[in-house]
Nanobody
Framework: QVQLVESGGGLVQAGGSLRLSCAAS????????MAWFRQGPGKEREFVSVIRRSGGSTYYADSVKGRFTTSRDNAKNTVYLQMNSMKPEDTAVYYC????????????????WGQGTQVTVSS
């Protein structure tokens, strides 16, 4: 089993920055990728970014490309999401997710989820 705990959410003005963290514990050596998803008010949960545990390659949703950066520290079992040039439409609950097998943009590809952290961007 793997446990994921997100932190770093909060309120920020449009154009500002926030950094989210996701700390993993448990059988982290079994993981192949970690991702960020978000769910805005009245919306479906959507993919934001993914990073492979080995090699560190990343992939981003078009809506955040060039503004958000995901990184990892395997020694700390922690993944980060640096969010810059934030927009009101980035307002959502952000979830960390971990996959045992495949780095995917689909929710169904992930085996473990954090509890989420609220990010609110004011205009």
């Amino acid at each position: 089993q793997v446990q994921l705990v997100e932190s770093g959410g909060g309120l920020v003005q449009a154009g500002g920055s926030l950094r989210l963290s996701c700390a993993a514990s448990g059988r982290t050596s079994s993981l192949s990728a970690m991702a960020w998803f978000r769910q805005g008010p009245g919306k479906e949960r959507e993919f934001v970014s993914v990073i492979r545990r080995s090699g560190g390659s990343t992939y981003y949703a078009d809506s955040v490309k060039g503004r958000f950066t995901t990184s990892r520290d395997n020694a700390k079992n922690t993944v980060y999401l640096q969010m810059n040039s934030m927009k009101p439409e980035d307002t959502a609950v952000y979830y960390c997710a971990a996959a045992r097998f495949v780095a995917s943009v689909s929710r169904e590809g992930y085996d473990y989820w954090g509890q989420g952290t609220q990010v609110t961007v004011s205009s």
